[in-house]
């Protein structure tokens, strides 16, 4: 007689629903990256030593060891206050700041006298700053974890930050030139004697959350086409008006504040985030022509009335051909791609090359000057984590269930991609060159601070996606209630105002 086999354990008596994978935190997994990644940031680190030095010294490990304090007490805080989100987030910011950090000390050792390069401290000259930047950054994005448990309440305040977005922008092109401009570019609020910020870093969060609570309410107006052309449904003319505001903004940033880069962000963000939102590829055709448009008018007027076009029409001069005038106009620009040609396929190897010959290349040239010591291949696994960030934040926009938390997500993960194409792309002669600063590399505290705000958004989208869904449809299933309604084929939530 055989025994009865058991009875197979029940939906019910275990809790999940049928048809539903319960998802795992994997925060395990994201400790297991960050460890891999602060050890790359050590070995870089010992290999600038070997290399400026001739020696690494004892204590190489302490710049490493004291990012490591910093990104695991931030892993420790996710692992409460959002369990669920995206582990490779994270791992890769850490691994992108940690390297920016190594090769701001390693510029800071390249312009010592060689005597004291062994002694120098570990939070001297620019690495130094950027250590105590990390520091604050990170508890920023901490706070704003401790402060946002749901994102879909920034909704509540999208006018206010869409108002505050626009001053932020406006600031540096209202102040005078000496409070404002560096380099032609008119991007910052100068602080004598202390620094200075760049607002419109701040500006493109704000902005953004507005124009994702906006196209939420608006899409279904903004979908409707009037004709077709081509195989293309395009809007009615009544409904441009948004986009021509936001068109007519970023021509103002283009002219007043003298930069292509930013104002190339600000309506790129815009367009992309109403693509999303109508899925009209009308929409992005008509912004290339609005942008590229205006930003040949600008040059064109520049080169014939100058007065506030003059400074876009010497820009595009120069990346049309920089060896025109390599010792003057053109010079930072011949450097960085020099910089980059000798660099090779594998670099001259951390410490090896001479990013100083390149002006300001703790700045908007950081890749040049990285590039040159770690070569094409380098490069391009740089790229790739940028890459793997994007598409985290664009799953994480696919999975969420509500509207906002779609258009939010997607939008902060495009607007970081085309911050990296802007500056990567004037850097490599692509595009004119701009002031925008490579996230997570570049030297100064406004770019970290607000791309560490951006990612702590991303965090907290993700954990939402990722959530568990419970039975009942309950807060665990769509994380603070609501009804749902259809996006695009998916549920989504509706958002109140």
Request: glycine share 12%; aromatic share 10%; proline share 6%.
């Amino acid at each position: 007689m055989t025994a009865a086999a058991a009875p197979a354990a029940s939906p019910a008596t275990t809790g999940e629903q049928p048809g539903v994978r319960l998802a795992r935190s994997r925060r395990n997994a994201e400790l297991s990256l960050l460890l891999l990644a602060l050890v790359i940031v050590a070995a870089y680190g010992a290999t600038v030593e070997a290399t400026v030095l001739d020696t690494v010294t004892p204590d190489f490990w302490v710049p490493t060891a004291v990012l490591a304090g910093v990104f695991l007490a931030l892993h420790v805080v996710i692992r409460f206050l959002a369990p669920y989100a995206d582990p490779a987030l994270l791992p890769a910011v850490a691994l992108l700041n940690g390297i920016g950090v190594g090769f701001l000390r390693r510029l800071d050792l390249a312009r010592a006298a060689p005597a004291d390069r062994e002694s120098l401290a570990i939070f001297a000259g620019n690495g130094g700053r950027q250590f105590a930047w990390t520091l604050a950054s990170v508890i920023l994005a901490a706070g704003l974890l401790a402060l946002m448990r749901d994102h879909r309440s920034v909704s509540r305040y999208a006018y206010t930050l869409g108002l505050a977005g626009i001053v932020l922008v406006m600031i540096p092109a209202v102040l005078p030139a000496k409070y404002s401009e560096i380099y032609g570019a008119k991007l910052w609020i100068i602080v004598p004697g202390v620094g200075q910020i760049q607002p419109g870093e701040f500006a493109k969060l704000a902005l953004l959350a507005f124009f994702a609570y906006y196209l939420v309410r608006k899409r279904e107006v903004l979908s409707l086409a009037s004709h077709r052309f081509l195989g293309i449904d395009f809007p009615r003319g009544r409904d441009l008006g948004p986009v021509l505001a936001v068109w007519a903004l970023s021509v103002l940033v283009l002219v007043f504040e003298k930069d292509l880069g930013t104002s190339l962000l600000y309506f790129g963000m815009f367009v992309v985030t109403l693509y999303i939102a109508t899925e009209r590829v009308s929409w992005l055709l008509i912004g290339l022509i609005l942008f590229f448009g205006g930003a040949y008018l600008a040059y064109v007027l520049g080169g014939v009335v100058g007065g506030p076009f003059a400074n876009f029409h010497l820009r595009a001069q120069i990346w049309l051909d920089p060896f025109a005038d390599p010792y003057q106009d053109g010079y930072q620009l011949v450097q960085g791609l020099l910089a980059l040609g000798s660099g090779g396929l594998f670099g001259a190897g951390p410490g090896g090359g001479e990013p100083l010959e390149i002006p300001e290349v703790q700045n908007d040239f950081i890749f040049a000057g990285i590039g040159e010591e770690i070569g094409l291949f380098g490069l391009s696994a740089l790229l790739v984590v940028y890459l793997l960030i994007v598409e985290r934040g664009l799953r994480a926009a696919l999975a969420v269930r509500d509207s906002f938390g779609k258009l939010l997500a997607g939008g902060l993960a495009f607007t970081l991609g085309l911050q990296v194409f802007v500056i990567v792309g004037g850097i490599s002669k692509l595009i004119p060159l701009t002031g925008q600063t490579t996230p997570f590399l570049s030297a100064g505290g406004s770019s970290l601070m607000a791309n560490w705000l951006l990612i702590a958004v991303l965090l907290r989208v993700s954990d939402a996606a990722r959530r568990p869904v419970t039975g009942g449809g309950g807060p665990a299933a769509r994380p603070g209630g609501g009804p749902p309604e259809q996006l695009h084929g998916a549920p989504t939530e509706v958002i109140r105002p």
